[in-house]
């Protein structure tokens, strides 16, 4: 025992600093629900007395039964038997209906706390930096907070309850022994010792071991949506990959599981060992009690009395300690999810905001900027610098991994350099309000989100603040060319999109992108910034396409992100970038009489095609 002392005070002293989460999991509960949670705590008090009213009955009752019996059954000795058993009937069915009464009542609270953390939850994924999603660590906070999530809030309200309605009633049971021996609650207390050392010792393993576990059954997560997700179901098939994931799923299933049972074998032959000490202790006091009796020094009621009270304090120490050890359980993992909830962005409004321009004057300027992305080994741009004129439309080509795109997200400010400034209208985006900053921009980025939503959904969710009208959607549509995809719905701006719902229409990857153009269209945002808008268009389609944009980007500062030089060539300047750097610009013709980068992949492109 002297050489787990000091592990079991280093796991007591980490289990108390976790419990600092325990008044902030309760503010949760009192702010989700405080008129529930009131009614709640007053019915747990309620019941918690009612067994009181029940092992109090039972001494004169037993007694009662005794005397009716010597005298014969004289109607005066069986109406006193008949009352107390009429008393006792009426507190047991009290208790009963008190039960389903907070049954009703808890499932109405947990339904609210769970609500009300889950909107956390999806607040806190909403403003966390994009940065965030950069880190696995990240990740692993999300997966546990929104795995306990579903169910903690529930448990911590059981735990709660169960400590206030049997320290209640447990409080009261002592009350009754103590006539009977002032060592009884002593003893009651030293025998659940052992199951107290167990209940602390095997919540913290838990704990510890799903904070270790937590990167592996993340995996098998990321494993069982390959195998059930549409996106994946067509390569499974193909490559034959089928077997291959549900391998590996398999052999984490089971180091997990393998994990999860050991612990569980721990736990019950721990508390196999402290029973069976309850039990000795338990046995005990009954033997001194009937010596008591048959000496004649306590009635049979006392006897019964003592016997129920006992019983109940027993099963009432060990169900607190239970509840206890869920409580505390609950409480080191709701400290996951404050510790997600306490993941504080970088990227922030300032103090004092600056009004953004609504129309730009001068342009877009990038000055000395170095960014490089969380966790990555490379720098992405370098002392990078490049001005975009206002009110033209400007294309910027590369080869993948140019740093293209970087200049979109932090142009949004997704992500803030480590070095340099960028400018609008020669106003540092920092100094800005983030929320005007981004009305400011109409951006389709590479890999638009396919809403499963109605078409004209899918389409207003551009500008989703001014709730666009019927008129905006379909002009947006038409000047997308998505008017062509939604006039073959059955239903057409009213038809459901995606798999996800019933009757929902898939559409292609070109289809997909052309309503997504068209989220970006209804958006009448002074800086439009197109990301491989033509990437799924055929040459016929973009020629037309371009044709459109034109007209919609006119007044506005346009930025085309493309691969495409045919979609390039048709803009007023053309930036070339390579390794983070622009390295030639101009028109296309004055590109391709360079000879440079741009001329030979025109030359490649126009040999391609």
């Known amino acids: 025992m002297a050489e787990r002392s000091p592990w079991l005070a280093s796991k007591l002293r980490y289990g108390t600093a976790q419990l600092r989460y325990l008044p902030r999991a309760v503010g949760l509960v009192w702010a989700a629900a405080r008129g529930w949670t009131a009614a709640w705590v007053a019915l747990l008090v309620t019941q918690g007395l009612v067994p009181l009213a029940v092992v109090c009955l039972t001494r004169p009752l037993v007694d009662g039964l005794v005397a009716a019996v010597r005298t014969g059954g004289e109607w005066p000795a069986v109406r006193g038997v008949l009352v107390l058993a009429g008393l006792m009937a009426a507190a047991l069915l009290l208790g009963e209906a008190l ?23 999806h607040r806190q994924s909403v403003v966390a930096d994009l940065a965030f999603y950069d880190s696995p660590d990240f990740y692993d906070h999300l997966h546990r907070a929104r795995a306990e999530a579903s169910y903690r809030p529930i448990a911590l309200l059981e735990s709660l309850g169960g400590l206030l309605q049997n320290g209640v009633t447990l409080a009261a049971m002592l009350a009754v022994l103590v006539p009977f021996g002032a060592w009884l609650p002593a003893a009651l207390f030293l025998s659940t010792l052992p199951a107290l050392w167990v209940v602390l010792r095997y919540a913290v393993r838990q704990h510890q071991w799903r904070l270790r576990s937590t990167a ?25 990959l089928g077997e291959r994931f549900q391998s590996a799923y398999r052999s984490l299933r089971r180091q997990l599981r393998d994990e999860k049972v050991a612990l569980a074998k721990g736990q019950s032959l721990g508390e196999l060992a402290a029973s069976i000490l309850a039990l000795c202790v338990t046995g005990a006091s009954l033997l001194w009690m009937l010596w008591r009796t048959v000496r004649g020094q306590v009635s049979l009621g006392a006897l019964a009395q003592f016997s129920q009270a006992f019983q109940q304090g027993l099963r009432l120490m060990r169900t607190l300690l239970e509840d206890a050890g869920q409580l505390y359980q609950n409480s080191l993992f709701l400290g996951n999810l404050f510790e997600f909830l306490a993941l504080e962005p970088e990227v922030l409004d300032p103090p004092h905001p600056q009004a953004a321009p609504e129309f730009l004057q001068e342009g877009v300027r990038f000055e000395g900027v170095t960014f490089r992305y969380p966790g990555a080994g490379r720098t992405t741009l370098s002392n990078f610098n490049l001005t975009i004129p206002a009110g033209r439309i400007t294309a910027i080509v590369g080869p993948n991994g140019a740093g293209k795109s970087t200049l979109v997200k ?6 803030d350099p ?22 400011r921009l109409a951006v389709l980025f590479q890999e638009p989100v396919r809403y499963n939503a109605t078409a004209a959904e899918n389409v207003a969710l551009g500008d989703a603040s001014r709730a666009p009208v019927k008129l905006e959607i379909q002009a947006a549509a038409q000047a997308a060319g998505a008017d062509e995809v939604v006039a073959r719905l059955p239903q057409g701006y009213d038809h459901l999109l995606g798999r996800y719902f019933e009757d929902g229409a898939e559409l292609s990857a070109g289809e997909w992108q052309r309503l997504a153009l068209a989220r970006a269209f209804v958006r009448r945002a002074p800086i439009l910034i197109l990301d491989e808008p033509t990437g799924n268009m055929d040459p016929w389609a973009e020629a037309e396409w371009l044709e459109r944009f034109r007209a919609q980007a006119r007044g506005r500062t346009a930025i085309l992100i493309t691969h495409r030089l045919t979609t390039a060539m048709r803009a007023d300047i053309i930036f070339v970038m390579a390794e983070g750097q622009v390295v030639e610009s101009g028109s296309h013709e004055e590109l391709v009489a360079r000879g440079g ?12 095609a």
Do not use: M, P
Not at 410 to 415: M, P, T, V
Not at 418 to 439: A, Y
């Open 99 to 121: 039960r389903v009464a907070a049954g009703w009542v808890r499932a109405n609270q947990s339904e609210l706390v769970q609500d009300h953390i889950n909107g956390l939850i």
């Open 597 to 608: 980068l741009y001329a030979r992949s025109w030359s490649e492109e126009a040999l391609s």
């Open 410 to 415: 932090l142009l949004c400010r997704f992500y």
């Open 216 to 240: 592996a059954e993340r995996r098998t997560w990321y494993y069982d949506w390959l195998l059930t997700s549409r996106e994946c179901a067509q390569e499974l098939r193909l490559f034959g």
């Open 418 to 439: 480590q070095e340099g400034r960028l400018k609008l209208d020669g106003r540092d985006i920092r100094e800005l309000s983030l929320d005007e900053l981004r009305r």
